[in-house]
């Protein structure tokens, strides 16, 4: 896996002359054959939008919803790059999908995130593009599961495929939130951290869910280095056929556009780089201080797990786990620290010293179940 994902091209091999992020805009829905023009001339006078999105195909909650205008689009937006010489690319959901995309020259595929959560669909998508090396986005299953989202990255690596791209759409939750899906950044964080060559997409979008927090969600993303965005985008987004809410127009996208701060993964500025230097040093010695520190701590933990098991006391004290989580959570406060990143360590911490006590008891257990 590592080695098939260490070979894959970036983005500027299958659209050259890219420089800062990648833009992908269109509407959630191709609707019609004027729509989809309309859009692409109005992208088309966006510079920093370089490939065009329409879904043809719809995979939608409910039945009697609008599922897409099928194979009829293929044309329009063949169309459309002929009009604009803008690349388009389309959401497949199986190997017929495939097929058709294949046959009206669409330039760019991706996976939607009910797709990528089911293995079947994949591996049938990804026998359809065998020997087609089209460059295929792979969307984030809608559960928070890094390995599934591998999964499916896997299996098209696995058939040659060496254009791939990951799309971070969010997380489907039943609790509510002020987003339609977290983003539960730490996930697309490590999947950047394991496989640092696979292009990192976000798509606000589906994120936010709504149109005030394109532009928040978009910020965070570059922030983090991702790579592009995409953002649905529709001439009349009141009255689009799917995802209105969420939808811009061609001019807000152009000015959300201007607001972004793109920032650089590095500079060529040598006073910078020993500023960076130094300071990654001085963090190199502050973690390494950590370590010794819950080290430490971890040997006093074992001296209380021997006094607890000579006693026969249980690991867990819950009164205990609650006091060290208030105490430090006040202290956090004094210290300038958020107390819930506080909270989440020491759980972190308490949690694993409980699990080494639990442990030492199973032992001593054993022990005692030998000796008898
Ligand atoms: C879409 O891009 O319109 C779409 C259906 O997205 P997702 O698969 O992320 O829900
Ligand atoms: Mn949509």
């Not at 329409?54 to 689009?73: D, H, L, S």
């Not at 953002?231 to 689009?240: F, G, R, V």
């Not at 390494?288 to 000579?310: P, Y």
Request: glycine share 6%; aromatic share 4%; hydrophobic share 40%.
């Amino acid at each position: 896996m590592q080695e098939m994902m260490n070979s894959l091209q970036p983005i500027s091999s299958w659209l050259p002359d890219l420089n800062g992020p990648l833009v992908i805009a269109g509407p959630c829905s191709a609707e019609s054959e004027s729509q989809v023009l309309k859009t692409a001339q109005a992208l088309k006078q966006i510079p920093q939008v370089r490939l065009l999105r329409a879904g043809i195909w719809k995979p939608r909650t409910r039945p009697n919803t609008f599922e897409g205008v099928g194979e009829a689009g293929l044309p329009w937006l063949k169309l459309a790059r002929q009009e604009t010489g803008l690349p388009v690319s389309t959401e497949v959901a199986n190997g017929r999908h495939v097929e058709l995309a294949l046959k009206y020259e669409v330039d760019v595929l991706w996976i939607g995130a009910r797709t990528t959560a089911s293995p079947f669909a994949v591996q049938e998508i990804a026998d359809a593009l065998k020997g087609v090396d089209i460059p295929v986005l792979v969307k984030n299953p809608i559960n928070a599961d890094l390995a599934l989202w591998l999964g499916a990255l896997e299996r098209l690596a696995t058939v040659g495929l060496t254009k791939l791209g990951a799309i971070h759409r969010g997380f489907s939750s039943y609790q509510t939130s002020k987003y339609r899906n977290l983003p539960l950044w730490k996930i697309p964080m490590e999947l950047e951290r394991r496989f640092p060559n696979l292009p990192l997409i976000c798509d606000p979008s589906h994120i936010a869910g709504a149109r005030s927090m394109i532009y928040e969600v978009s910020q965070k993303a570059l922030d983090l280095g991702m790579q592009g965005i995409m953002i649905e985008t529709h001439p009349d987004p009141d009255n689009a056929l799917s995802d209105a809410q969420q939808q811009v127009t061609p001019a807000r996208l152009q000015e959300i556009i201007k607001a972004l701060a793109v920032r650089t993964p590095s500079v060529d500025s040598p006073g910078f780089q020993q500023e960076l230097d130094e300071l990654r040093g001085q963090i190199d010695r502050i973690d390494h201080e950590i370590m010794e520190a819950l080290s430490h701590r971890m040997q006093v933990v074992h001296k209380i797990g021997d006094a607890k098991v000579r006693h026969g006391v249980t690991a867990l004290q819950v009164k205990r786990m609650d006091q060290i989580i208030q105490k430090q959570m006040k202290l956090a406060e004094d210290l300038d620290l958020r107390p819930d990143y506080v909270q989440d360590i020491y759980r972190t911490v308490h949690e694993e010293s409980v699990r080494t006590q639990t442990e030492m008891m199973h032992q001593a257990g054993h022990d005692v179940g030998n000796k008898a």
